[in-house]
């Protein structure tokens, strides 16, 4: 098996689209975008292309953010990486913007409050932490290491810009237990969990707890 | 419009959204300097401020804010080109 890796580029935004949507699910069938502005599996995918098309970094949905891992050719599994604070705004802050200006206006703001019920089980990302996100393997890829692997990647490519990477950092949603287990057996420790005790969350996320998993590097 | 009347329509745009009393912008405030100015906060904010002074802000143009100035600057630019 060889395995190569690269940025993403255009050729790669549905690899890059179902990696997101796959991630978003969490191993549940809620993909919490959809959940939240009320828009189709569909819907979202056109949201997501128009905003990896206008290349904004700093924020996990920036298509050259993504590290591509092909198994002989093939692209095979994807995680998208930033430094956290590295565009002088949070991510969040891009996002938001990102999402503003690619979604329906109407859509956006019948939609405030679950982004407001959403919004309470966010923690904060650290400015300068490797921040990851969109860990996907396609089917048939799983279980190969693919996901360690660009996670190293990444912390190779930062730090061969210049970048002083000291931390990885990975949100999680509490119920992903097999992912959750995937990271501690690679180093990873919980460091923040925050609950929202509102049963109207689990409409919107695949669980009530959001859980924040870091890896200090040497 | 004079920049005092803007500021004074902004600190009251940003009243109700924040849903606090006595919130004053001035050109050097940014996010991390008000309560309450998240990215939700943000996003409601941004639209409010387009509806209230019936102008569209460009992406690019939201990206460069560094500061509350910046975005009246470009409030300025706009409703001068009306």
């Known amino acids: 098996m060889s395995v190569t890796f690269r940025r993403a580029n255009a050729a790669d935004k549905d690899f890059v689209i179902k990696a997101i949507t796959e991630a978003e699910k969490s191993g549940s069938d809620t993909i919490s975008y959809c959940a939240v502005f009320s828009?189709?599996?569909?819907?979202?995918?056109?949201?997501?292309?128009?905003?990896?098309?206008?290349?904004?970094?700093?924020?996990?949905?920036?298509?050259?953010?993504?590290?591509?891992?092909?198994?002989?050719?093939?692209?095979?599994a994807t995680i998208s990486g930033w430094i956290e604070g590295e565009e002088g705004m949070a991510s969040s802050m891009i996002k938001s913007n990102l999402?503003?200006?690619?979604?329906?206006?109407?859509?956006?703001?019948?939609?405030?409050?679950?982004?407001?019920?959403?919004?309470?089980?966010?923690?904060?990302?650290?400015?300068?932490?490797?921040?990851?996100?969109?860990?996907?393997?396609?089917?048939?890829?799983?279980?190969?290491?693919?996901a360690a692997q660009l996670v190293d990647e990444h912390i190779?490519?930062?730090?061969?810009?210049?970048?002083?990477?000291?931390?990885?950092?990975?949100?999680?949603?509490?119920?992903?237990?097999?992912?959750?287990?995937?990271?501690?057996?690679?180093?990873?420790?919980?460091?923040?969990?925050?609950?929202?005790?509102?049963?109207?969350?689990?409409?919107?996320?695949?669980?009530?707890?959001?859980i924040l998993m870091e890896r200090i590097l040497n | 419009m004079e920049?005092?009347?803007?500021y004074g329509q902004l600190n009251k745009i940003y009243e109700t959204i924040l849903k606090k009393e006595g919130v004053t912008v001035a050109p050097e405030t940014t996010a991390a300097d008000i309560d309450g100015w998240d990215s939700l906060t943000h996003m409601i904010l941004m639209d409010s401020i387009e509806k209230h002074f019936y102008i569209k802000f460009k992406?690019?143009?939201?990206?460069?804010?560094?500061?509350?100035?910046?975005?009246?600057?470009c409030i300025q630019k706009k409703l001068a080109a009306k």
């Open chain 1, 39 to 76: 828009i189709t599996e569909d819907e979202l995918k056109v949201i997501l292309g128009k905003i990896l098309d206008e290349e904004m970094g700093g924020q996990e949905l920036y298509l050259p953010g993504f590290i591509i891992a092909e198994v002989d050719g093939v692209p095979a």
């Open chain 1, 99 to 146: 999402f503003m200006y690619h979604t329906d206006r109407e859509v956006l703001m019948k939609a405030v409050p679950q982004m407001k019920l959403v919004n309470a089980v966010n923690i904060d990302r650290e400015q300068g932490a490797l921040q990851i996100e969109y860990v996907y393997s396609a089917e048939g890829y799983r279980g190969r290491g693919l």
């Open chain 1, 156 to 210: 190779r490519r930062n730090r061969e810009e210049g970048k002083q990477v000291e931390k990885v950092q990975v949100m999680l949603m509490g119920s992903n237990a097999p992912a959750i287990r995937a990271y501690e057996k690679a180093g990873f420790i919980t460091v923040k969990e925050k609950k929202l005790d509102d049963p109207a969350i689990t409409k919107l996320l695949s669980c009530d707890t959001k």
């Open chain 2, 3 to 6: 920049e005092n009347e803007l």
């Open chain 2, 59 to 73: 992406l690019m143009e939201i990206m460069k804010f560094n500061n509350v100035g910046d975005m009246v600057a």
